[in-house]
T-cell receptor, first 116, second 111 residues
Framework: KAGVTQTPRYLIKTRGQQVTLSCSPI?????VSWYQQTPGQGLQFLFEYFSETQRNKGNFPGRFSGRQFSNSRSEMNVSTLELGDSALYLCASSFNEGLAGFSEQFFGPGTRLTVL | GQQVMQIPQYQHVQEGEDFTTYCNSSTTLSNIQWYKQRPGGHPVFLIQLVKSGEVKKQKRLTFQFGEAKKNSSLHITATQTTDVGTYFCAGWTSNDYKLSFGAGTTVTVRA
């Protein structure tokens, strides 16, 4: 099986712009979670989607949003980018119906976002 | 802020030696997961512990979940260069049902 894929792998944006990142989970996985990884804050949970519904959310502002499509592919959007949004954004999928973090998560390679 | 604290932040180990990384939470955790991230890579799932006092082994790696389910440890014996990377713990805090990651322990190995 192919692993989790994320596009694009690298992205450079300027402050105030918005960005959309894409994640394709492993075939058969219906849970998709998004994480932000920075040197200062480490790995932080953004949100989780299951069967097109957001079922859990971390402590991020409303500028961060996401959605999931019927084929389980997911996108996350960040509006009005700030310098502090520069980070590696990781997507993870899991097979079990339980909440992410209760079953093995398979991470994608991430999208490196740089905000100038 | 982070609810799951991980120590040490850095671990420099001589090849062949043992080391332990610790994960501590101020609140009870429903479970604990451990991940390894190689330099330039993405986190890879190692194991999940659910039961109080649970101990699991994977070859040279021993994982333990505390009796109070507030701490966990990862012990690696006879460290090899392939053990290089950052080890993260992650757990569900039972008070607010948020998945919290530790800051990670970055391991370097001296040959």
């Amino acid at each position: 099986k192919a692993g989790v894929t994320q596009t694009p792998r690298y992205l450079i944006k300027t402050r105030g712009q918005q960005v959309t990142l894409s994640c394709s989970p492993i075939s058969g996985h219906r849970s998709v979670s998004w994480y932000q990884q920075t040197p200062g804050q480490g790995l932080q949970f953004l949100f989780e989607y299951f069967s097109e519904t957001q079922r859990n959310k971390g402590n991020f502002p409303g500028r961060f949003s996401g959605r999931q499509f019927s084929n389980s592919r997911s996108e996350m959007n960040v509006s009005t980018l700030e310098l502090g949004d520069s980070a590696l954004y990781l997507c993870a999928s899991s097979f079990n119906e339980g909440l992410a973090g209760f079953s093995e998560q398979f991470f994608g390679p991430g999208t490196r976002l740089t905000v100038l | 802020g982070q609810q799951v604290m991980q120590i040490p932040q850095y671990q420099h180990v001589q090849e062949g030696e043992d080391f332990t990384t610790y994960c501590n939470s101020s609140t009870t955790l429903s479970n604990i997961q451990w991940y390894k991230q190689r330099p330039g890579g993405h986190p890879v799932f190692l194991i999940q512990l659910v039961k109080s006092g649970e101990v699991k082994k994977q070859k040279r790696l021993t994982f333990q979940f505390g009796e109070a389910k507030k701490n966990s440890s990862l012990h690696i014996t006879a460290t090899q260069t392939t053990d290089v990377g950052t080890y993260f713990c992650a757990g569900w805090t039972s008070n607010d049902y948020k998945l919290s990651f530790g800051a990670g322990t970055t391991v370097t190995v001296r040959a």
